[in-house]
């Protein structure tokens, strides 16, 4: 890739540093949201906070601790004997905090005063400056009743005359709730945690043709037999069975396809039976042309494609539902080479297959029905039943590594008890020898490279984790018969049935729950799609105001302001797909709580929709949906994308350059990573640990972080700070091939720990574009491995231990999460005060379900993911909100960014291609390192730096947790994987 940055073509483009001009008025305000990577800070760039900053600070530290005292106060006048002592030591406490609130009430007033002038000052409009001097004085009699109230606590100073005023005490506490309100935080759902996989629900297969005909309510009956399985001519093509529609897209890339294929019906059907990998999926997920573009597709999937090659052929053709009979053989070989029917049955189960045990007369199974879809063409004036998903695969055993080489578990397990300090009965660990592990890693680390280098310089990837290659057909006839079994019923259908297309669904509400933005869509329809909640100023009146709000003269970041006023312009919300916007609704006030809602329809499940999730308006969110794993090629036509606009960069062409070529493209593919890497991943350490795994619907955002500021319980200002990446759900299907019920949880857990420290690694790897000044992300992950390096303690908690929560001295919103958690059955990893890292200061927490292994891996603030928090660091927040004023000169910014995309483009590009297909020409030799004990760990750093660098804080992470169980019960599963 050219070495040139998108940083370095803006500053070699004077007009960019000239000019400053309107591309899009708040196009894009962003926010980026996850449970594990939080608060990335360029400390070095950071300017000190300013006045309001400070000031803020200090009244919210003060208010904290004064309703904390207040609420002291009310738990013990409600005790049976008031304690005098207990009551004397609390009203001290109150007073400092009185004092401490008046001196701060004159810096207050005038601060808000001067903010009133700056209004006045950028000719605001009346109505808007009306409202902002009610919310002012608002703030200032709160202020002021405040300081009244505490003044008449301090007049009661004996046990009796505080308990006669018991009332006015719960009063003040419920006052002051009022007062510290802060932004809502996101919450999740303790029986769906958002990193996991589906459940195994067993949905039955029909078995009989009425059966079928009510499922798909169809109206069409058409019985068959065995006998009738290779063609049948009862009726003649119809206009829709050469049609386009939603599942069997007639695109450009279909139709070029087709001629490359020759239009020729027999060389079409072993194209697509030789290249289209089988998903264990249910419904139309994503239509014919993403299966092309990914080369993979479930049953339905790869039927639509096969459908719409014919009909761009001029041959019609059309689907066939139904149940058929298959051996439990062949399906194990099928979903991926599992040993037995059971792992077979549990993969299918979480794709959401409908499946029925065929048993015999013994009571034991026979053959296995599942419902599943094929094509009938129209060749040779009848119909041919044709099946391009159904196939059987060559596999290969993957080098047995653990056994070649093996790892000194003993004394990995030596250093995890004997190097640490535990306490068993309160369930924690800390003085984890990280260096002397990581030590021990490296060591055979280096072990393996040799043993790859002599024994298997030029081994292949293949060679190395196993391969899975489809049994190709070279037929040179079009197949007389269908491969099953039996057929128990059938349905043929020009267009697919509604009810077996997966839907999805995105919700904007106010905070009052009314609907501002409802967005439906098929899968076909999102599959490969940009999609993003965006913002445009709601009237030209509003634009201007924005623009009259900024410094006339322009010179650095320092000119511009860290924050701007809550409702300082109506906002009009968009839905945008493919930068065409879809969906848009009237007003809403800059800064103004909103809450976002996800969700998918599955076939045979129903809607699953994720709790709401907050944000601001202004607050843009890139919106990322991957239903079976990205295709490469999407990635890389992003990569294009973003040459082509360094490109007109450099030449100072702005021509067609839209705010979706820029940070849209940025945030897009950001995303698109974080999917395709965490999915490369979970395959790669799925085939060293004898496993099988699958991506399934899934979601997230990301963008830029907005914080209001509340003041006295009312929002003032608004700063964009960050970036933040919220991973709302992370699903797939899995399977030990063995169906060990342990080593899957284990495996699941691993994924869950990969997939929060890529929260931070992936906007890392983004804005990382000055060497001498790297930026630091944190995750829940990376605060646990942290909290360790600080020689916390590091808590395993389950029900049993719910009082130990009591010595764990993080903020009380995580703590109530954490509490409900465990009262919910679910295990806790949480480290025992916060932690400050690169100018982040908070807590990380796994919460996982010990009966799937499925998490959610927060930080505090309730993130289920990572932030990049650049607070006072005004560079990147209007390097982000350029849009809003676009080109000024701080404008380059954000397309240095781009590097790091592009970056991470071509690091996937390179290790997804070893990881499908042959892998010709990919060598082991750089060397590998395979760590499993309880938890399988893969480091081959040859294939993508990105590995090594994840796996860091995974393994951090695991460690910990290790050192945890191992300390604690003495014992741990040092088994390297099988």
Request: aromatic fraction near 8%; include cysteine.
């Amino acid at each position: 890739m050219n070495n040139d940055s998108l940083l370095s073509a803006i500053r070699h483009a004077s007009r960019f540093m000239l000019t400053v001009s309107c591309l899009m008025i708040i196009s894009y305000c962003f926010v980026f949201y996850s449970p594990s990577a939080h608060a990335m800070v360029d400390a070095s760039k950071r300017t000190k906070p300013g006045t309001e900053a400070r000031l803020l600070t200090q009244l919210t530290e003060n208010n904290k601790y004064l309703a904390q005292a207040i609420s002291a106060l009310h738990k013990e006048l409600n005790k049976d004997k008031p304690s005098q002592k207990n009551l004397d030591h609390i009203q001290t406490y109150i007073a400092k905090k009185h004092d401490k609130l008046s001196e701060q009430q004159t810096p207050v007033e005038k601060l808000l005063s001067k903010q009133l002038a700056q209004l006045k000052d950028k000719h605001t409009d009346k109505k808007l400056l009306a409202a902002m001097q009610k919310q002012t004085s608002n703030i200032n009699n709160e202020y002021q009743l405040l300081l009244d109230d505490l003044n008449q606590l301090q007049n009661f100073k004996s046990a009796k005359e505080l308990i006669a005023k018991k009332e006015f005490v719960a009063n003040l506490d419920n006052k002051l709730t009022h007062i510290n309100r802060q932004a809502p935080i996101h919450s999740y759902d303790n029986d769906n945690l958002p990193f996991g996989p589906n459940s195994n629900q067993k949905i039955e297969a029909v078995l009989s043709q009425e059966a079928l005909e009510v499922k798909l309510n169809t109206g069409q009956s058409r019985l068959k037999t065995p006998s009738m399985m290779s063609s049948v001519d009862l009726d003649l093509p119809s206009d829709d069975d050469l049609a386009a529609n939603v599942d069997a897209q007639l695109s450009d890339a279909i139709k070029q396809k087709a001629l490359e294929l020759g239009s020729n019906p027999l060389t079409i059907y072993n194209w697509v039976y030789n290249n289209i990998r089988y998903l264990p999926s249910h419904g139309s997920m994503q239509g014919a042309d993403y299966t092309l573009l990914s080369e993979q597709g479930n049953a339905i999937d790869s039927a639509s494609l096969l459908v719409a090659l014919l009909r761009a052929s001029a041959n019609p053709a059309r689907y066939v539902y139904g149940s058929v009979s298959l051996s439990p053989e062949q399906l194990q070989n099928w979903v991926g080479g599992v040993d037995n029917w059971e792992a077979a049955a549990n993969l299918l189960g979480q794709g959401g297959i409908p499946v029925t045990e065929i048993l015999n007369r013994n009571g034991q199974i026979q053959n296995i029905a599942i419902e599943h879809a094929w094509v009938e063409a129209w060749i040779d004036d009848k119909w041919l039943s044709l099946d391009p998903s159904f196939k059987q695969y060559q596999y290969t055993q993957r080098m047995q590594l653990e056994q070649a080489v093996p790892f000194d578990a003993a004394s990995l397990q030596y250093l995890l008890i004997n190097g640490s300090e535990s306490n068993q009965a309160e369930g924690w660990v800390r003085g984890i020898d990280q260096d002397a592990i990581s030590n021990q890693l490296s060591q055979y680390q280096t072990k393996l490279k040799e043993f790859m280098s002599i024994n298997h310089p030029s081994a292949t990837l293949d060679k190395v984790l196993g391969s899975q290659k489809i049994i190709q057909t070279k037929a040179d006839t079009l197949p007389a018969v269908l491969p099953y079994i039996v057929i128990h019923a059938e349905e043929s259908v020009s267009t697919l049935p509604d009810s077996l297309r997966l839907k999805y669904k995105f919700n904007l509400f106010d905070k009052w729950g009314s609907n501002l933005i409802s967005y439906h869509a098929t899968g076909p329809e999102v599959a490969g799609k940009r999609h993003a909640l965006s913002y445009k100023p709601a009237t030209d009146a509003d634009q201007q105001r924005l623009l009259d709000y900024l410094p006339d003269e322009i010179n650095s970041a320092a000119d511009l302001p860290g924050s701007l006023p809550v409702n300082l312009i109506n906002l009009t919300p968009q839905w945008v797909v493919e930068g065409q916007t879809i969906n848009s609704v009237s007003r809403v006030g800059l800064g103004t709580e909103l809450k976002v809602q996800q969700g998918f329809y599955l076939p045979g499940r129903g809607w699953e929709m994720g709790l709401t999730s907050p944000t601001n308006a202004g607050a843009y969110q890139a919106v990322g949906i991957d239903l079976q794993g990205i295709a490469p090629k999407q990635l890389q036509a992003l990569q294009t994308e973003l040459e082509q606009t360094k490109e007109k960069l450099k030449a100072e062409n702005m021509d067609g350059i839209s705010g979706h070529d820029l940070t849209g493209n940025i945030l897009q593919t950001g995303m698109l990573s974080y999917f395709a890497m965490t999915y490369a991943q979970d395959k790669l350490a799925a085939q060293m640990a004898d496993s099988v795994t699958y991506r399934q619907p899934s979601y997230g955002t990301f963008g830029i972080a907005g914080s209001v500021s509340y003041w006295f319980g009312f929002p003032i200002n608004i700063a964009f700070t960050g970036v933040v990446m919220d991973i709302d759900n992370l699903a797939f299907s899995s399977e030990v091939k063995n169906n060990c019920h342990g080593d899957w949880l284990a495996l699941n857990k691993a994924s869950g720990l990969r997939a929060s420290a890529y929260e931070h690694i992936i906007p890392e790897m983004m804005f990382n574009t000055d060497p001498a000044n790297p930026v630091e992300g944190i995750s829940a992950v990376k605060a646990l491995s942290v909290a360790a390096q600080q020689n916390q303690k590091i808590y395993t908690l389950n029900l049993d231990k719910i009082e130990e929560l009591a010595n764990i001295n993080i903020d009380s919103a995580a703590k109530n999460e954490i509490r409900n958690a465990l009262y919910q059955g679910k295990t806790v990893t949480v480290h025992e005060k916060p932690i400050t890292h690169f100018g982040w200061t908070g807590s990380g927490y796994i919460v996982t379900d010990n009966d799937t292994g499925a998490g959610a891996y927060k930080i505090s603030g309730g993130s289920n993911g990572g932030l990049l928090n650049t607070i006072h660091s005004y560079p990147l927040m209007w390097a982000f909100l350029s849009f809003l004023v676009a080109f000024i000169p701080l404008f380059g910014s954000i397309l240095a960014i781009g590097a790091g995309l592009l970056s991470i483009a071509d690091s996937f590009q390179d290790f997804k291609s070893n990881l499908n297909g042959s892998s010709t020409g990919c060598l082991i030799g750089g060397g590998a390192a395979l760590i499993s004990f309880g938890v399988v760990f893969l480091i081959i750093s040859t294939f993508a730096p990105l590995l090594a660098v994840a796996l860091m804080w995974s393994i951090g992470a695991f460690l910990v947790d290790s050192a945890v169980k191992a300390a604690i019960t003495e014992k741990t599963c040092l088994a390297i994987s099988k």
